[in-house]
């Protein structure tokens, strides 16, 4: 999963990048300090791999992992190449899904790229400089369609299918709030169209504001956010900062004394999985606990896959038991004894905490 942090210029991107990395990223109070895109890899948080490892005392534990790539702040005109434009819009392209940073408070010491904070106001500048670098896009798509249908009436379809997809974008309307056919769907996909990314959106707000919940700013974001069936967190970047630099015991403390369950980067992970529909399965022995992401939806044998292809091509079939019945039963014998592990073939769909043995031939 490749996560690409965007938003305007200061507003706290780089620093929540830095706390969920720890990457050291620069992030300093002024516009254009992230040039070229920071990347980093973190590993997910799923307390079901401790508890799997104190039952079977593996070598290692390997859990899943999540990219963030922090992109540089978009400005006004950055499709047109303002501040530092078509650059930038093009490591979006490479990303799963978009986290949009939304600043939601108000700090005179912090210079905003528009002089206010507005959440409306800065996702729709956002939003409509992924608009524009898609029309561009579009144009060009639309007059290769149209000299192949001089030779080929197939092509119609796509003309028609570029064409309505440009009237959406024209008016506003992201790709991604359209709807497709299977078969469109594949013509889409193929375009790398920045607004058919998924998004979510992090409101950034204040220390003192993080348990608040009648802040503005925030119900102003959130309201974006439901009309346009995205998902929200609220985080507060300066003390995700602060988090960073504890220890697991310390961190838990911690978020237990500002009255926080879960860190902004459980949050930020949990959502994500939501918005890109994916799970986790895992696989458990004395060698490796270890958790692998799969989309919601995958069959045994291509979840095989994920480990090897050749236990996809050689598969047999695959013995699960959930992890919730494991812990309760304390082993996995005891779990085979009460016939909660189950044997299951190439048709099965697999479910999140799935705990699995696979059975291939070499």
């Known amino acids: 999963m490749k996560l690409g942090i965007a938003g305007l210029p200061n507003v706290g991107k780089s620093t929540l990048f830095n706390a969920i990395t720890k990457a050291g990223a620069e992030a300093a109070n002024y516009p254009f300090c992230t040039i070229e895109p920071n990347v980093g890899i973190v590993p997910v948080p799923d307390e079901r791999l401790g508890r799997l490892a104190e039952m079977y005392d593996p070598v290692k534990v390997t859990p899943a992992i999540v990219e963030f790539v922090d992109i540089a702040g978009l400005v006004k ?5 303002e501040g530092l434009g ?26 905003h790229v528009d002089g206010s904070v507005s959440p409306a106001r800065d996702v729709e500048t956002i939003n409509l400089e992924l608009i524009f670098a898609d029309l561009e896009m579009l144009e060009r798509r639309i007059d290769k369609a149209k000299k192949m249908l001089k030779g080929d009436k197939k092509y ?40 058919s990314k998924p998004v979510l959106y992090a409101a950034n707000v204040s220390e003192d504001d993080l348990q608040n919940s009648e802040n503005h700013f925030v119900e102003e974001l959130r309201r974006i956010a439901d ?26 403390l911690f978020l237990e004394a500002l009255g926080l369950k879960e860190s902004g980067l459980d949050k930020l992970v949990r ?9 986790s399965f895992l696989t458990a022995g004395h060698p490796e606990v270890r958790a692998w992401t799969i989309k919601r939806g995958t069959k045994a044998p291509q979840a095989a ?12 079939r695959a013995e699960i038991v959930s992890y ?39």
């Open 86 to 111: 078509n650059k930038f819009l093009s490591h979006i392209r490479e990303v799963d899904a978009i986290v949009h940073v939304v600043r939601c408070f108000d700090d005179s010491d912090i210079v």
């Open 305 to 316: 896959g994920k480990i090897h292809s050749d236990m996809e091509r050689g598969f047999i």
């Open 156 to 195: 119609q379809a796509e003309v028609d299918l570029y064409e309505r997809i440009k009237e959406s974008l024209e008016s506003g309307t992201p790709v991604r709030a359209m709807s497709f056919t299977e078969e469109e769907k594949q013509l889409v996909d193929q375009l790398f169209l920045l607004t």
């Open 324 to 362: 919730d019945d494991l812990m309760k039963c304390g082993s996995y014998a005891a779990a085979r004894e009460k016939g909660l592990v189950r044997s299951e073939g190439k048709d099965y769909i697999m479910q999140d905490g799935d705990v699995t043995l696979f059975r291939f031939n070499v």
């Open 227 to 252: 009309r346009e069936g995205a998902e929200l967190i609220v985080v507060c970047a300066k003390i995700e900062e602060e988090i960073a630099q504890f220890e697991d015991e310390e961190k838990k």
């Open 271 to 279: 959502a994500s999985y939501r918005l890109l529909g994916l799970i």
């Open 77 to 81: 005109g950055a499709s047109k190449g």
